[in-house]
């Protein structure tokens, strides 16, 4: 399948998972095992709210192990306001122990036009590039702690084990449909 830029980084990714979750709310998955999986492992596309990705382990995954991406390509909204993003999902307590099997620009956790995203208590390690990446600074209030990275950007060195980028300019105001008036 094609790949997309999601957004102001330069990441390409594939919108399709093992479980691919596009639309939905208050889903959980929790205590599964995602070997070998040539692609990604977990996806919440576009409108995903108060979902939980917990207690899963992901082993030798061939690209990205969670994918959480808001709209983007031909539906895509630089300003957000379509409300076509991923908001206060949760991603806690994972194990994610090699990604990039085949895709190199891979890794264990991918954001893109999100809000309000929880990812706490991981262990992940062994990648080509990055562990985290953050591909955008779209809308904000992400919480990331406590977790921990290990053997991250084996295959390239252009960055660390966490990864951000942001060529777009975003109003934050435009995000939350908020209007300033004088």
């Not at 998955?29 to 409108?47: A, C, E, K, P, T």
């Not at 122990?97 to 809000?115: D, N, P």
Request: glycine share 12%; net charge negative; charged share 20%.
């Amino acid at each position: 399948e094609p790949y997309e830029v999601s957004s102001g980084g330069d990441w390409a990714i594939h919108r399709g998972a093992s479980v691919f979750i596009d639309g939905a709310e208050d889903i959980t998955i929790v205590g599964n095992h995602f070997d070998q999986v040539d692609g990604n492992g977990v996806f919440l596309s576009r409108y995903v709210r108060n979902c939980s990705v917990e207690l899963n382990d992901f082993t030798d995954i061939g690209d990205s192990a969670i994918l959480v991406v808001g709209a983007s390509g031909r539906r895509r909204t630089n300003q957000a306001t379509s409300l076509e993003y991923p908001a206060f999902n949760s991603i806690r307590a994972n194990y994610i122990g090699g990604v990039g099997v085949w895709s190199k620009q891979s890794a264990a956790y991918y954001k893109s036009i999100t809000r309000a995203n929880v990812l706490v208590d991981n262990v992940m390690h062994d990648g080509p590039r990055s562990g985290i990446n953050y591909n955008d600074g779209a809308i904000g209030g992400e919480t990331m702690q406590g977790n921990l990275l290990l053997n991250y950007v084996k295959e390239s060195n252009d960055h660390g084990p966490f990864n951000s980028w942001d060529r777009q300019p975003y109003d934050p105001l435009r995000f939350l449909g908020l209007c300033v008036c004088v």
